[in-house]
T-cell receptor, first 111, second 111 residues
């Protein structure tokens, strides 16, 4: 069965660089969530989209932005990267008000 | 604000014993409560969920109970096995599009 696809799986960037993470939801899922998970921490909600519109916002820094495209895939853009941005970034998708399935995550390392 | 508290943070049990993890949530409007299991370095995987119209749900050795009045829900694992060792996250769905996680419980099952 199709799952949530995230790319890239691993990314190494230098401080002050920009990174773009991509997420392809499960077919027919219209909601996408982005989470940031630091080492040993719970996933922190960043932002969500429903039907290509931002539906909710969590602890997402102003340096980050995201959007959902017409094909429902989503991209998380991160600028002026800081060392503290190093984390696992998970994308999840769901149909409205149903369980969320997570992608395998993108491990971002900022050096 | 939205908040999910989870206890305990660590739990060690002997193989065959039961394990119970408890969570409380803050928004009485929440109506969907999934539990995720996360093995080291992997994505959170949904193991069981419950909606607000039921008080209990079972799936083999796993059960979840929900008390809407008290705003808490619990995960019960019976006859634990070493492969149950992982971090378990509870979550509550807010506004239908924001899944807030608890801080996680590291479960260790000793043979």
């Amino acid at each position: 069965a199709a799952g949530v696809i995230q790319s890239p799986r691993h990314l190494i960037k230098e401080k002050r660089e920009t990174a773009t993470l991509k997420c392809y939801p499960i077919p027919r899922h219209d909601t996408v969530y982005w989470y940031q998970q630091g080492p040993g921490q719970d996933p922190q909600f960043l932002i969500s989209f429903y039907e290509k519109m931002q539906s909710d916002k969590g602890s997402i820094p102003d340096r980050f932005s995201a959007q959902q495209f017409s094909d429902y895939h989503s991209e998380l853009n991160m600028s002026s990267l800081e060392l503290g941005d190093s984390a696992l970034y998970f994308c999840a998708s769901s149909a409205l008000n149903t369980e969320a399935f997570f992608g395998q995550g993108t491990r971002l390392t900022v050096v | 604000g939205e908040n999910v508290e989870q206890h305990p943070s660590t739990l060690s049990v002997q193989e065959g014993d039961s394990a119970v993890i408890k969570c409380t949530y803050s928004d009485s409007a929440s109506n969907y409560f999934p539990w995720y299991k996360q093995e080291l370095g992997k994505r959170p995987q949904l193991i069981i969920d419950i909606r607000s119209n039921v008080g209990e749900k079972k799936d083999q050795r796993i059960a979840v109970t929900l008390n809407k009045t008290a705003k808490h829900f619990s995960l019960h694992i019976t006859e634990t096995q070493p492969e149950d060792s992982a971090v378990y996250f509870c979550a509550a769905l807010y506004n239908t599009d924001k899944l807030i996680f608890g801080t996680g419980t590291r479960l260790q099952v000793f043979p």
